[in-house]
């Protein structure tokens, strides 16, 4: 019943399969691939230090991209930040019960806002358009 199956049926099945696992392992051994051989060595030698090394590299990453996210928004909320001083202590409040307590947490707020209506409209009106 099996070998009845015209290869119209599963060559592309059979394609997509050596394509996935193709893929698959490609990614998995660069992935595990170290960048040079002093870090190899580094790792062989002292695996949880190299770990601890990797780990606080993703963490000055992200710190430095939380900083960008933080400068852009902080710009653009400025503009839409609440003059009457009853809402600024309304929305300053809320934020300090969430955790956020630096001086610009305010004006990344409405950045944060404003950036979510644009990317909110931007996928919107291409398919009331279309």
């Known amino acids: 019943m099996i070998f009845n199956i015209p290869p119209e049926t599963w060559v592309p099945i059979v394609v997509f399969l050596v394509m996935t696992v193709g893929s698959w392992a490609i990614l998995g051994s660069l992935s595990d691939r170290s960048r040079s051989a002093d870090e190899r060595l580094r790792r062989l030698i002292d695996p ?11 963490t000055k990453r992200q710190e430095v991209l939380q900083a960008k996210v933080t400068a852009a928004a902080g710009k653009l909320g400025k503009s839409l930040r609440p003059v009457d001083q ?5 929305i300053r409040a809320r934020l300090l019960n969430a955790g956020f307590r630096q001086e610009q947490a305010v004006a990344v707020y409405y950045g944060i806002k404003l950036i979510g209506l644009i990317v909110g409209l931007s996928v919107s009106f291409p398919p009331l358009f279309l």
Not at 48 to 58: G, I, T, W
Not at 86 to 90: A, P, W
Request: aromatic letters at 0%.
């Open 48 to 58: 949880v230090a190299a770990r601890n090394a990797a780990e606080a590299s993703q």
């Open 86 to 90: 009853v809402e600024l202590g309304k």
